[in-house]
Every structure is written in structure tokens, then in C-alpha cells.
């Protein structure tokens, strides 16, 4: 199976702390596991994540094992669904400051299936980055 390599980035309002802990907190707006239907998440290396979401009319389980949690430069961990075909994938997410109040978050996403399915990641990410501008951007409802 030919794999593929896909990477977004997006400066985001905030500061590398501030986003890293959005990142991490399954609670928080804005982060990868909120809203999800169901969340099991441990953020420390060698802890696991199990997340399901709601897309084309149906659950997706994604889940996974960090291997990197350095606050608040980078995180890393192992991906799995079913648009994987059970590849084990590696997500990077780096956040680079700029300046005082804003951060440049680079994720790229490693070891993709090289089909319609697994760049359709690449689609998922980028609204996640912009899931991620709009909770610094816009005012709570």
C-alpha cells in the first residue's frame, strides 16, 4: 500500500500555552476531541486516546497512543480509523511562537494511504486548525 505524508498549518491568536492546553482538554472548544460522541483520553506518553465522530451519516472511531507531550512546543502521537485501513499513522503537531500572542501550529500527519480516503484527512485537519482559530476569534455564544 502506497503512503502519503499531509500537512497543515495555521497561525492561531493565542499563545503556544494557551493552545497546547485546548489541544490536550477534551472539554474545551476548539480542541480535536471536543464534541466528539464518545472520549477516553490520556495525554501523557504512552497513554491512549479512543474518540468517535459523527461524519456521512455514521460513527468513526479513531484511536491511538501519544508519544510525545512537551509543553508547550509539541505533541505526538499513533493514528488509527478505519480510513487508515488499521495503518498505524503518527500525527505531529508542533506550536510555534510568534510573538506574544499568537502561535504558528504545523501538523503533519505521516504514513497516510495514499487514496481518497486517507488524504481526505488532510480536509479533516485543516478544519480542526480552523475549529482552533475560531475559539481564540470568536465570541463565545
Known sequence: MKLCELTVSRTIPASAE???DVW?????PGGPWFGADRVIINPAVDGLFFHTV???????????RFLAIERPRRIQHTWVSESTK???STVTVTL????????????V????PD??????HQDGWDWMLASLVDRFTKPEA
Do not use: C, I, M
Not at 459523527?54 to 491511538?64: C, I, Q
Not at 510555534?96 to 501538523?107: F, M, Q, R, S, Y
Not at 487514496?115 to 481526505?120: K, L, M, Y
Open 96 to 107: 510555534e511562537p510568534k510573538g506574544n500572542d499568537a502561535t504558528l501550529v504545523t501538523l
Open 18 to 20: 494557551e493552545v497546547f
Open 109 to 112: 500527519h505521516k504514513d497516510v
Open 115 to 120: 487514496d481518497e480516503q486517507g488524504r481526505q
Open 24 to 28: 490536550v482538554d477534551s472539554n474545551t
Open 86 to 88: 488499521g495503518v498505524e
Open 54 to 64: 459523527a461524519h456521512e451519516g455514521r460513527n468513526w472511531a479513531h484511536y491511538g
